[in-house]
């Protein structure tokens, strides 16, 4: 039996890493020894677990050159030839500039994709685990592709080339059934924080779920361990109907609303108790990464929140968009391992989005001699600057503790977009402030692969979210997909994904404040820790139902995203208009000369198809002359 122990055993977040995070006074050779990995492994990235995302040896040296002001020896010597493209950032935004700039130059264009982690698809992650002989996948970060009818014409395009049929997802996605078992979404409420250890059926509904309405709403809402008074008031706001701006002339509301937050507006206009203010703080971490103490009102309009239905505030964001069905095993890595595909043959085998779903990539044959397109992992760039000439790009970077240049005539930053004023010099000032007006919002996606799933059947639940004080407020079970060889786990016998999401909040700070604090402390938070809480949070949940996490926890895997969605101005007091097409990152994402940007942050817009369009965006800038 796999034990506590033995998953802690698979921490692999070293001491020195963490050194390094903190800013201790290494020199950069000391830093690139620390850094570098141990070499060429066998190992096949997406089945390690512990602490992946972003794992030792995949930001220390950009912690060094970004908060210590660190300078990392120049290549006096060029590797490789002069590429016609070289892409920072091997993400579903830098690997589809690679396709992009391919499909415009011809098959002979000469690409290098470098990306400092040992896998390649960012956020787009993919996990894997073996339980009882059964192959699990789940998504390490980037979950579904969002309203894929909605997509600009290049990134439907794309996926077309690709092979993905987003209509196939209709039949790949079981959507009955979750609610074929009467499993709902549940709210746990723990007893450190509320007295008492019960799960009850959500009146706030879900991804999957619809949540309940009538009599099953207020019977749920009766079985919160909350006074008669505060039932009465939550029963009312979720009841709806009542507009609580009704004496606020319509062209003030907007304004209104743009200027406080979610949890002020429960109190000050629906006359909410702290107790349910409480309740409804942490709902949409997964999406916000804080609470709504520190989101706007107005963004809460656009989320459909209990107590914003009746303002009057239609706009695009709350019209009805396409089912939320469109989702690889694997998540949005499915989108990148495609992407790999097309850009280096044979290094995942197959040709449609039904065989990708169980293909083993084939890390040796990312980057070989020889190959028009090659993918270098576990390098992080460190420097990028145009030759006297401005003829060509010379990009430094580090891979396993030595430094490296690589040329090319054309660049493509598709990196954290934070990181650009750092690596290139002739940023100009302006624009270097407008890059820094915005950071990167941080989480955890862990996925916890247990042996069966009959402790949520007999709790009735397959979603679970907690308003208590635990790390892990929201879980899931896996989505219901089966596509091609790969199987759902059906039966509550066996194995399955749980997913899980935790942010590391600092409640009392501006949203954006909380994501630079997070950041720090997400960084300093041992996979210990993590485990512990996990461990303890599921027995108090659902060992009344059966479950024991010593016996039934077979792996654990932390996605850890220091730098991970897009920055999306939703916070308090975000001027009118400012989103994906107004605002400071537009300034920030101009071409400087044979270089461009390219990644969701350019776009304002932590979305598959903001990736795609910065990619198509960047690749026809650097083309057009």
Same mark, same amino acid.
């Given at each position: 039996m796999v034990t506590k122990r033995? !998953?802690?055993?698979?921490?692999?977040?070293?001491?020195?890493?963490l050194c390094l995070a903190g800013g201790a006074a290494l020199s950069p050779a000391e830093i690139l020894a620390a850094s570098a990995p141990p070499g060429p492994s066998a190992t096949y990235p997406p089945g390690l677990t512990g602490m992946r995302g972003s794992h030792a040896g995949?930001? @220390?040296?950009?912690?060094?050159?970004?908060? @210590?002001?660190?300078?990392?020896?120049?290549a006096a010597m060029q590797t490789g030839p002069t590429y016609d493209l070289v892409v920072v950032g091997g993400g579903i935004s830098g690997l589809a500039a690679a396709r992009f700039y391919r499909d415009s130059y011809g098959p002979e264009a000469k690409i290098l994709v470098l990306d400092n982690h040992d896998d390649f698809g960012g956020h787009a992650k993919r996990n894997e685990f073996e339980v009882n002989g059964k192959t699990l996948v789940a998504y390490g970060g980037s979950q579904s592709l969002e309203n894929p009818s909605k997509y600009s014409a290049a990134a439907k395009q794309l996926l077309?080339?690709?092979? !993905?049929?987003?209509?196939?997802?209709?039949?790949?996605?079981?959507?009955?059934?979750? /609610?074929?078992?009467? *499993?709902? =979404?549940?709210l746990y409420f723990d007893r450190a924080t509320y007295g008492v250890d019960r799960i009850v059926p959500s009146p706030l509904g879900g991804i999957i779920n619809e949540p309940p309405t009538g009599e099953a709403l207020l019977a749920s809402v009766r079985q919160m361990p909350l006074p008669a008074a505060s039932q009465d008031a939550f029963g009312r706001l979720l009841?709806?109907?009542?507009?609580?701006?009704?004496?606020?002339?319509?062209?003030q509301r907007a304004p209104y609303l743009r200027s406080i937050s979610y949890n002020r507006f429960l109190a000050e206009r629906a006359g909410m108790p702290a107790d349910v203010i409480a309740i409804l703080q942490d709902s949409w971490l997964p999406i916000n990464g804080v609470g709504w103490e520190a989101i706007s009102?107005?963004?809460?309009?656009?989320?459909?929140?209990?107590?914003?239905?009746?303002?009057? *505030? @239609? =706009?695009?964001?709350?019209?009805?968009?396409?089912?939320?069905?469109?989702?690889?095993?694997?998540?949005?890595?499915?989108v990148a391992r495609s992407l790999v595909r097309s850009l280096v043959p044979g290094a995942i085998p197959g040709s449609t989005m039904e065989d990708l779903v169980t293909a083993r990539a084939d890390y040796a044959m990312l980057d070989r001699d020889g190959q028009n397109v090659r993918i270098r992992l576990n390098s992080t760039a460190v420097n990028v600057a145009h030759t006297p000439d401005q003829k060509y790009v010379?990009?430094?970077?580090v891979n396993q503790g030595d430094v490296y240049r690589a040329r090319g005539r054309h660049v493509v930053l598709a990196c954290y977009n934070n990181m650009i004023p750092y690596l290139c010099d002739e940023l100009p000032?302006?624009?270097?402030?407008?890059?820094?007006? /915005?950071t990167k919002v941080p989480f955890v996606l862990g996925n916890f692969a247990i042996r069966n799933w009959r402790a949520f059947e007999a709790a009735g639940v397959n979603t679970l979210y907690s308003p208590g004080n635990v790390y892990f407020k929201h879980l899931s079970l896996d989505f219901p997909v089966s596509m091609g060889d790969y199987r759902f786990s059906a039966d509550p016998g066996q194995p399955i994904v749980v997913s899980a999401w935790f942010a590391p909040t600092v409640p009392g700070l501006p949203a954006r404040e909380q994501y630079k604090a997070g950041r720090r402390r997400l960084y300093e938070m041992p996979f210990d =820790?993590?485990?512990?809480? !996990?461990?303890?949070?599921? =027995?108090?949940? *659902?060992?009344?139902?059966?479950?024991e996490a010593e016996r039934d926890i077979a792996a654990i895997t932390l996605n850890r995203w220091s730098h991970g969605y897009a920055y999306e101005y939703e916070e308090i007091g975000t001027p009118a208009g400012w989103g994906r097409n107004a605002g400071p990152h537009i300034a920030g994402r101009a071409r400087i000369g044979r270089i461009s940007i390219a990644n969701s942050d350019s776009e304002a817009y932590a979305y598959v198809d903001g990736a795609i369009d910065a990619a198509h965006r960047a690749v026809a800038e650097q083309l057009a002359d």
């Open positions: 033995d !998953i802690s055993r698979r921490d692999f977040l070293n001491g020195m890493a995949s930001f @220390e040296v950009a912690h060094a050159l970004a908060r @210590e002001g660190r300078k990392f020896p120049s077309r080339d690709l092979s !993905i049929d987003v209509q196939r997802f209709y039949r790949y996605y079981d959507r009955d059934f979750y /609610a074929s078992r009467k *499993l709902v =979404d549940g009841a709806g109907g009542a507009d609580y701006l009704g004496d606020m002339p319509a062209a009102a107005y963004d809460a309009t656009h989320y459909w929140l209990p107590g914003t239905w009746a303002l009057g *505030l @239609e =706009d695009e964001a709350q019209q009805e968009g396409d089912p939320y069905i469109f989702h690889f095993p694997d998540g949005n890595a499915g010379d990009v430094t970077y000032a302006q624009q270097a402030e407008a890059i820094k007006s /915005a =820790d993590f485990e512990s809480n !996990i461990y303890s949070h599921l =027995d108090a949940m *659902l060992g009344p139902h059966g479950f």
